[in-house]
């Protein structure tokens, strides 16, 4: 067996309890010889995250008010671990030190990335294994991109030194030494990012649920797990707002070709979910891998007699899009209408401008703007194979008396987006998943 990365969330590291979870897991595999923490999560549903905790500090540092008070609610998170650890470990030092930072003005970024700093020291006391300090391994650039290239050699190196290791995740260093983060949840990408430095077989995210669901469990009630999904396909749901991995944690390892594999700290024993590249070595039973839906969108239907025949008529509206720094979503079109459907912020932004901006660039019969769309993707790599899935995705819609305002199938029939009112959303995505699973 080839060596494995592991990722451990803040919910995974939140107390003793769940530390002594995090090392059980990782000993129970000699193979498991890079460990990526986060910083200490919530312990309860009303508890705050230490990252939160340490923003606030920050704020209040600029505010000119006192942190002693607030800041010993972050020490004890940290010296309760330890003792309840019953680890010979004195954390003072560093303590006091980024208290110290903080009080003088130390960066933001340098204040948010200390939950995973000393979280991770804890961790490598714990399992006996080194501390890398991100620092030293992670680089971002000058304009505060991260350099992967740069990253992958000097962490390539690094890791030679170290049979075992803890690293923090989420944060790195610029070019002049001062600390940056990655946006929030980034230990995702730290791991990500080990994992291809190490060559590793495997990169498992541990968090604390058993990996990916066909559903939103808000939604739909005690949805499945999916048991492998294609880098592709997590995509597709993840820009509906299906989320269970920070967007960017993919790109390190699906060049890669490492494959990822979403486990539960507390459920040591579920497979969880395996995400992959290639779908012919994990070939699906079924026909969709997930659905998910967003709200918050907005159509803009330009109408013009003999549109079809004007060339250059969408290109132009595309532009009126540029010039105004607004992406769009989909384009379906009629033979006199062209439709853009856009999210509906960052419509309200410009909406005159873009109007008045249409109006004269192609001069429309009319322009008409919706809003309060919502976007659902039928998402699966089994749909290529099986004749009917959009018939099935329409006819659950209209069984449950819902109105279809736009509906698009990619033609490398990864997914259907259909678009129907907001208030029809969670309806909607009932009546497919019961169509399809139940
Ligand atoms: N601790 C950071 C956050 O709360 C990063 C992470 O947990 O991945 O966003």
């Known amino acids: 067996m080839g060596l494995k990365v592991v990722k451990f969330g803040g919910s995974s590291l939140a107390d003793a309890e769940q530390f002594r979870k995090v090392a059980q897991i990782v000993k129970a595999d000699p193979n498991r010889r890079y460990v990526i923490a986060s910083a200490p999560g919530k312990r309860y549903a009303a508890d705050v995250k230490v990252t939160d905790m340490l923003y606030h500090c920050y704020d209040m540092v600029r505010n000119h008010e006192d942190i002693t008070e607030y800041y010993a609610q972050i020490s004890d998170r940290y010296t309760s671990i330890i003792r309840d650890l019953g680890l010979n470990f004195d954390i003072s030092g560093e303590l006091d030190y980024i208290k110290n930072a903080i009080m003088h003005y130390a960066g933001r970024d340098f204040a948010a990335s200390r939950g995973e700093y000393l979280n991770s020291l804890i961790l ?53 030494g001062t600390i940056k983060t990655f946006s929030r949840g980034g230990s995702d990408i730290t791991g990500s990012i080990v994992a291809r430095a190490a060559d590793a077989e495997i990169y498992e995210n541990w968090t604390d649920v058993s990996g990916c669901l066909m559903a939103d469990p808000r939604i739909v009630d005690d949805p499945l797990p999916i ?22 944690a993919i790109f390190p390892v699906r060049y890669a070709g490492i494959p ?44 013009k007699d003999m549109m079809n025949s004007e060339i250059g008529f969408g290109r132009k509206i595309l532009d009126v899009l540029e010039d105004n720094n607004m992406p769009f979503e989909h384009l379906p079109s009629g033979v006199d209408t062209m439709s853009v459907i856009v999210a509906t912020a960052h419509l309200d932004a410009c909406r005159e401008r873009v ?84």
């Open 124 to 176: 490598a006391k714990l399992l006996g294994f080194d501390f890398i300090d991100a620092e030293s391994v992670v680089c971002f650039r000058e304009n505060g991109s991260y350099d992967g290239e740069k990253t992958n050699e000097e962490l390539r190196q690094e890791l030679k030194n170290h049979e075992y290791a803890v690293i923090p995740g989420f944060y790195g260093v610029m070019p002049n």
């Open 260 to 303: 990822i594999n979403i486990r539960n700290t507390n459920d040591p024993l579920a497979p969880g979910t395996m995400i992959v590249s290639s779908t012919n070595e994990y070939d699906t039973e079924r026909v969709i891998t997930g659905i998910a839906g967003k709200k918050g969108f907005s159509v803009i239907s330009v109408e």
């Open 227 to 248: 048991k492998t999904i294609t880098y592709r396909e997590l995509r597709e749901l993840s820009y509906m707002g299906a989320s269970v991995l920070h967007e960017d």
């Open 355 to 438: 109007i008045a901006s249409i109006n004269k660039r192609v001069q429309p019969d009319s322009i008409v703007i919706e809003d309060g769309l919502a976007l659902l993707a039928v998402v699966g790599r089994g749909m290529v194979k099986s004749k009917g899935t959009a018939a099935r995705v329409c006819s659950a819609i209209s069984d449950a008396d819902i109105n279809i305002r736009m509906i698009d199938q990619g033609s490398s029939e990864l997914n259907i987006i259909v678009g129907v009112e907001e208030r029809d959303l969670e309806k909607a995505l009932n009546a497919i998943y019961s169509e399809f699973v139940k």
